[in-house]
T-cell receptor
Framework: EAQVTQNPRYLITVTGKKLTVTCSQN?????MSWYRQDPGLGLRQIYY???????DKGDVPEGYKVSRKEKRNFPLILESPSPNQTSLYFC????????????????FGDGTRLSIL | GENVEQHPSTLSVQEGDSAVIKCTYS??????FPWYKQELGKGPQLIID?????GEKKDQRIAVTLNKTAKHFSLHITETQPEDSAVYFC??????????FGAGTRLTVKP
């Protein structure tokens, strides 16, 4: 089954304790992205990756890191989490985007709810 | 950059009625407008999308219209059913790198 898998689904942790949220897709998609979802704000992009070893900042990258060593995986790293990073996080993937004539729909994981105390 | 506004934030309709959700965008360069449905505990799922070279697209009970001049697009759901209850997001982009989402509409369909 084609899917985007995030782990963990839920995490409660404390300020300053490094954490990683994993994201894996089995559709051989080039493009992957991380979003956070907060009430009244919709989905805001944190980081995205056009392909292996190519990553770039989205709208709200502060406090986050990513890596893209393999095509299928795109982990989100919080080196020193803070309470304002408490949110619902989504990973998404699609076939290569970036073309004005070839948008591809994004496929989302089921989300990771992070609580930073 | 692109800014997308979505209205209403909540919408309640009776089963069988129609529901309309509206979005406006700011960047005239945007040319791709997807709509996503998010059910409780799940990630957003694409339900329909439209590109700037067409004005309307329909798929069974759902349709999307686009007015490029006014920079707004709308989702229309006819003959609503309880399983249509969810949060709906519109989005606009020039390419996948800059997709901007609306704040969402919580649709409730009462049986």
């Amino acid at each position: 089954e084609a899917q985007v898998t995030q782990n963990p689904r839920y995490l409660i942790t404390v300020t300053g304790k490094k954490l990683t949220v994993t994201c894996s897709q089995n559709m051989n998609h080039e493009y992957m992205s991380w979003y956070r979802q907060d009430p009244g704000l919709g989905l805001r992009q944190i980081y995205y990756s056009m392909n292996v070893e190519v990553t770039d900042k989205g709208d709200v990258p502060e406090g986050y890191k990513v890596s893209r060593k393999e095509k299928r995986n795109f982990p989100l790293i919080l080196e020193s989490p803070s309470p304002n990073q408490t949110s619902l996080y989504f990973c998404a993937s699609s076939l290569a985007g970036g073309s004005i004539v070839d948008h591809q729909p994004q496929h989302f994981g089921d989300g990771t709810r992070l609580s930073i105390l | 950059g692109e800014n997308v506004e979505q209205h209403p934030s909540t919408l309640s309709v009776q089963e069988g009625d129609s529901a309309v959700i509206k979005c406006t965008y700011s960047d005239s360069a945007s040319n791709y407008f997807p709509w996503y449905k998010q059910e409780l505990g799940k990630g957003p799922q694409l339900i329909i999308d439209i590109r700037s070279n067409v004005g309307e697209k329909k798929d069974q009970r759902i349709a999307v219209t686009l007015n490029k001049t006014a920079k707004h697009f709308s989702l229309h759901i006819t003959e609503t059913q309880p399983e249509d209850s969810a949060v709906y997001f519109c989005a606009a982009s020039y390419n996948n790198n800059d997709m901007r989402f609306g704040a969402g509409t919580r649709l409730t369909v009462k049986p």
